[in-house]
């Protein structure tokens, strides 16, 4: 099996990549990315020397550059990460950018998959197309949830998502969707609410959050999502979405104060900012039939969030070195949480 994995510098596929190179030992991985500024070629250089990977740096707006690689590598399938994926940058004017990666990048790879016959196509895509449920809200998203998607990031998805269905339905493009809640783990940039507050905790500065605090994500562990794409990866049902969710909710302000008792710090370095605008309350998902019926099942549930939690923050404190650079090269964007 070759596996073309684009956006494979950033957070979710550098771990996504390790996971196939660990645990399919016969397959081979090409790595394509932009290297945005959210994408590290650091996460990628202890893989340089493994023969059964290697890196192109390309972009998926470019289809030149993308049918070039697919030509050269000619992979039995592709999973594409490449997206930007900061929710205050595609509000605060970057929403084109968004636009063209998430929508456009995503149409020239359903035309390389078609035009290659490539046999399996994954679109990783975010809890965040169905929009936003009330706090004492009982509804949870489940994959027959309509998208009502509510800032350009959710919008941009939700856009390359119909692609998919669209092309799906009208050419048979064997593609699939997941869609998942927010991750956490080793290799998150910065920007993020968990690693930036990491960060900011290691270093003794204030934890800033959105209005009350009281906004609720839907957390999963990186590794257990990485586990549940390839799930659909090998097993999954051409033309069908899953979604991914550890059943495990949490609010803004919970989450600060745990990663507070795990670091040894007090509870008054949190701080209450303006409201984001257009800012979701929660996002809940329903663990997926489909996706158990693949024989996946979270390793992280709520049960072991913590426990999750406290190996990402021992892994940022083993890492202060990759986290210090990550946030130079994020150039002041890390100013904002997810
Ligand atoms: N992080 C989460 O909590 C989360 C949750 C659910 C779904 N997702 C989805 O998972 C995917 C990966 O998310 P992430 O958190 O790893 O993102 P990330 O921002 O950490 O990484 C994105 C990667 O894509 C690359 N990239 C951006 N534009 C590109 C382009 N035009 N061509 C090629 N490469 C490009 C970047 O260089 C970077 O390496 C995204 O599609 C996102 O919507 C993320």
Redesign the pocket.
Known sequence: MKVFV????????TNFVRILLRDRPEWDVLS?????Y???PENLDELSVNPRHRFVQ????DSATLDRAVTEFAPDAIVN??????VDRSIHGFADVFV??NVI?VQNILEVVKAHNISRYVQ????EVYGALDLNDGKIFTEDTAFAPNSPYAAS?ASGDLLCRAYFKTYGTPVMVTH????YGPYH?PE?IIPFFITRAMNNQPLPLYGDGLHVRDWVHVEDHGNAILAVLEKGEIGHSYNVSADNERSNIDLAKMMLRILGKEESSITFVAERPGHDRRYAIQPSTALAALGWSPKYDAEHFEQGLRETIEWFQSHKDWADRAIARANGVNQHIA
């Open positions: 684009a956006g494979s510098a950033g957070f979710i596929g394509f990315d932009a290297l945005t959210a994408g590290n390309g972009d998926i707006t990460f490449a997206a930007e994926t900061h063209r990666t990048g990783v895509s975010t809890d998805k998942c809640g927010n991750n940039f993020k």
